[in-house]
């Protein structure tokens, strides 16, 4: 019986130290975890208001959330992830659950299934929204593990921005590449300040460096998944989520990257 006892209390003191040592470093997951039981207001328990936010606008910005769900479910053929929306009203409310003073909106997700998209008061529009959902739709699809370890920042990055219509507003494939090699070579200085995608891999790669390096990273993003979409058409994402799904290697189940596609893009041109 003693031994019963010292093993229940080994247990229960190491998961009250794994806790507390979660919460010292995420403690924006606890945060977003115990939403219901703050003073955000929710009248389906998924769209959660700023108590600084006037009811009568609820209904305005509902239907912004839900102009994103239509474009996240129709760029994935089928939208079947669902986070919980935290709108923030104030920069100290979206720290709190962003664990970031940067951004017009962040994304989280727990290995244990839990998601949510916060947006700061900058962040209620459709493109925000829609860019947010997409990295928790990818996440849904593809499992917490893969996407956090396998799938290179780049990508996530860039398959996010084909839902976002801030720095491109194409829609149709071809425009949208154009319009990326574009912005691209601006940004890059015709190429001269180039990054490789292998440089901007990680979270840490990809934001950690000024506006215009940032900048030159969503930019390189956007024009190499834009014209990975390009050549393979429509069904080219499913193909590559089924790959991803059934454990192929990102490199395999993506192939060929064409970061710099001055060649290419002149034949598309034609």
């Known amino acids: 019986m003693n031994l ?67 474009r996240v479910d129709s760029f994935y053929n089928g939208k079947i992830s669902n986070p919980k929306i935290i709108i923030c009203q104030t920069q100290q409310q979206y720290q709190k659950y962003c664990s970031s003073t940067e951004g017009a909106g962040c994304s989280i997700g727990t290995p244990w299934g839990s998601s949510y998209v916060i947006l700061s008061a900058q962040g209620m ?51 949208r590449y154009r319009a990326y090699r574009y912005e ?13 995608l292998k440089d901007i891999s990680t979270m840490r790669e990809f934001f950690g460096g000024g506006q215009r390096h940032v900048m030159s990273a969503y930019m390189t993003a956007g024009m190499e998944v834009s014209y990975w979409l390009l050549l393979r058409r429509e069904a080219g994402l499913q193909r590559f989520i089924t790959k991803m799904q059934s454990g192929t290697s990102f490199e395999e189940a993506y192939g060929p990257m064409n970061p710099h596609h001055f060649k290419d893009s002149k034949k598309i041109s034609e």
């Open 184 to 196: 691209w070579r601006y940004y890059t200085r015709n190429g001269r300040d180039l990054l490789l």
């Open 4 to 70: 019963r006892r010292k093993l229940i209390r080994f247990f229960l003191t190491g998961f009250i130290i794994l806790l507390g040592s979660l919460f010292f470093l995420y403690p924006q997951i606890f945060y977003c975890e115990l939403i219901a039981f703050s003073d955000f207001q929710s009248s389906d328990k998924k769209v959660y208001f700023s108590p600084d936010i006037k009811s009568t606008q609820y209904k305005k910005l509902q239907g912004i959330v839900a102009q994103a769900e239509a």
């Open 125 to 175: 529009n459709t493109d925000v929204i829609a860019h947010e959902m997409s990295h928790i739709e990818l996440l849904k699809r593809i499992g917490w593990w893969r996407t956090t370890n396998d799938i290179p920042q780049w990508f996530n990055e860039g398959l996010a921005l084909m839902l976002d219509r801030r720095f491109v507003r194409e829609i149709a494939p071809r425009d």
